[in-house]
T-cell receptor
Framework: GAVVSQHPSRVICKSGTSVKIECRSL??????MFWYRQFPKQSLMLMAT?????????EQGVEKDKFLINHASLTLSTLTVTSAHPEDSSFYIC??????????????FGPGTRLTVL | DQQVKQNSPSLSVQEGRISILNCDYT??????FLWYKKYPAEGPTFLIS?????DKNEDGRFTVFLNKSAKHLSLHIVPSQPGDSAVYFC??????????FGAGTILRVKS
């Protein structure tokens, strides 16, 4: 399968600071990447869809000014949690959709980033 | 509104036996379905998928069955192995749009 990496894998920050998470497709180009959030013992919640070279599409209830997404290249998307608060603590996972390889609509996921806001 | 449901939060199976994980959906327009496996603190790993024009897809120990009239799909793992112990998510897609995930089922394979 396609390889997607995330960095950092774990981050602890103080309340009020901003945190940037990187998502990279290592062996393919991804025109579309997705950002998810998972709370303990719950399913993956889609936050936004990131398309290379255009603005991200946010899901209902997700603050676009708080969760800034940039997809500047075909292999990199970033999620910046601005002015983080303890309620933003969660497991953030990105995925990339592979076109023309394997099954249709298959998303390959990164390993996730555990964010803890103190 | 949960469009994809996994009603069993957990399942326990003996090693070597068959594991059957179930998933129901409500939107008859979904045209593609996937199963993912997830370990704690890791991202989901793609397992197997099926198009709505098929009713079965097999890959090694994993087989997915789709019953469109019942809006039901299932994942069969046989034989089950201790390394299969993880959370399994089913997901559905509509014409290439975003995936909608179920809540997940924890599978425990006992040796």
């Amino acid at each position: 399968g396609a390889v997607v990496s995330q960095h950092p894998s774990r981050v602890i920050c103080k309340s009020g600071t901003s945190v940037k998470i990187e998502c990279r497709s290592l062996d393919f180009q991804a025109t579309t990447m997705f950002w998810y959030r998972q709370f303990p013992k719950q399913s993956l919640m889609l936050m936004a869809t990131s398309n290379e070279g255009s603005k991200a599409t946010y899901e209902q209830g997700v603050e676009k000014d708080k969760f800034l997404i940039n997809h500047a290249s075909l292999t990199l998307s970033t999620l910046t949690v601005t002015s983080a608060h303890p309620e933003d603590s969660s497991f953030y996972i990105c995925s990339a959709r592979v076109l023309g390889r394997g099954a249709r609509d298959t998303q390959y996921f990164g390993p996730g980033t555990r964010l803890t806001v103190l | 509104d949960q469009q994809v449901k996994q009603n069993s939060p957990s399942l326990s199976v003996q090693e070597g036996r068959i594991s059957i994980l179930n998933c129901d959906y409500t939107n008859s327009m979904f045209d593609y379905f996937l199963w993912y496996k997830k370990y704690p603190a890791e991202g989901p790993t793609f397992l197997i998928s099926i198009s709505s024009i098929k009713d079965k897809n097999e890959d090694g120990r994993f087989t997915v069955f789709l019953n469109k009239s019942a809006k039901h799909l299932s994942l069969h793992i046989v034989p089950s192995q201790p390394g299969d112990s993880a959370v399994y998510f089913c997901a559905a897609s509509l014409y290439g749009n975003k995936l909608v995930f179920g809540a997940g089922t924890i599978l425990r394979v006992k040796s």
